[in-house]
């Protein structure tokens, strides 16, 4: 790995992931575990078209760049500076195996 790269990484974010735990009437509970942090850069992704799939979405979104680990999917979300970031799509450049770019959507 370039120090290049491992220079870019300067935020740490907390990695959580869904729990399957139900509420009383089997409807998802909305909790999540810690699944660990990891290094991080961040930059703000410029809305172009602000519709998703025929819906209107005004949130903030976020690009992250991080090395490649596991269990990284739509069912995580990370904590950065009190924020919370779903996952929205993760994508591994087979030129570059050993990070990956996550565009994230911030929850409120």
Sequence with gaps: MSGEFAGTLRERVTIETR????DALAGSSG???YS????AALAPI???????AGSLSAMPRW???MRKRE???PRVRLVWRSK?????QVVSDPREPSQMQITCEEVR
């Design 31 to 33: 909790q999540y575990a």
């Design 71 to 73: 269990g990284i999917d």
């Design 46 to 52: 410029v809305p172009g078209d602000l519709t998703q």
């Design 84 to 88: 919370y970031l779903a996952v929205r």
């Design 36 to 39: 660990g942090e990891a290094w």
């Design 19 to 22: 729990t399957g735990n139900r």
């Design 63 to 65: 690009k992250v760049t």
